[in-house]
């Protein structure tokens, strides 16, 4: 991979966990749309969401149920071909992490078009 695509990768991946961050509902659906396909599906162990809305209503439960939470890469994206996977973590901010995780995504037209998540780590009843 050039320069060029790595640096587009961690900008993709940078918008992503500024996704999962974002508490104003408006930005963060234009993050979204920045970054996600139209058609993008989100899947892991817990939870899943279809579309931009989909997405959207998932993020901002977990925000809700979660809050102060604060999402960090913890390793960078690797990328083969139009398939990426990269690590998270997350917890309350200034803390250190409660929960962690991989995630695996392919792109379509430089924006990610499914996510699948897996928890790597996280305490009992967390979830």
Same mark, same amino acid.
């Given at each position: 991979?050039?320069?060029?695509?790595?640096?587009?990768?961690? *900008?993709?991946?940078?918008? $992503?966990? #500024?996704? &999962?961050?974002? @508490?104003?509902?408006? *930005?963060?659906?234009? %993050?979204?749309?920045?970054?996600? #396909? =139209?058609? *993008?599906? $989100?899947?892991?162990?817990?939870?899943?969401? =279809?579309?931009?809305?989909? *997405?959207?209503?998932?993020?901002?439960?977990?925000?809700?149920?979660?809050? +102060? /939470?604060?999402?960090? %890469?913890?390793?960078?994206? =690797? @990328?083969? =071909?139009?398939?990426?996977?990269?690590? &998270?973590?997350?917890?309350?901010?200034?803390?250190?992490? %409660?929960?962690?995780?991989?995630?695996?995504? @392919?792109? #379509?037209?430089?924006?990610?078009?499914?996510? @699948? +998540?897996?928890?790597? /780590?996280?305490?009992?009843?967390l979830a």
């Amino acid at each position: 991979m050039d320069n060029a695509a790595a640096s587009n990768i961690a *900008v993709i991946v940078d918008r $992503y966990i #500024a996704i &999962w961050n974002e @508490t104003d509902a408006a *930005v963060r659906r234009g %993050l979204i749309s920045q970054t996600m #396909a =139209e058609d *993008v599906r $989100y899947r892991d162990p817990l939870m899943q969401g =279809e579309g931009h809305d989909g *997405v959207d209503g998932m993020i901002a439960a977990v925000q809700q149920k979660f809050p +102060g /939470f604060v999402f960090r %890469l913890s390793r960078a994206a =690797e @990328t083969v =071909e139009d398939r990426l996977r990269f690590s &998270w973590e997350a917890g309350p901010d200034g803390a250190a992490a %409660l929960v962690g995780g991989t995630d695996f995504a @392919t792109l #379509a037209g430089g924006r990610l078009r499914a996510v @699948t +998540g897996f928890i790597d /780590f996280a305490p009992d009843g967390l979830a």
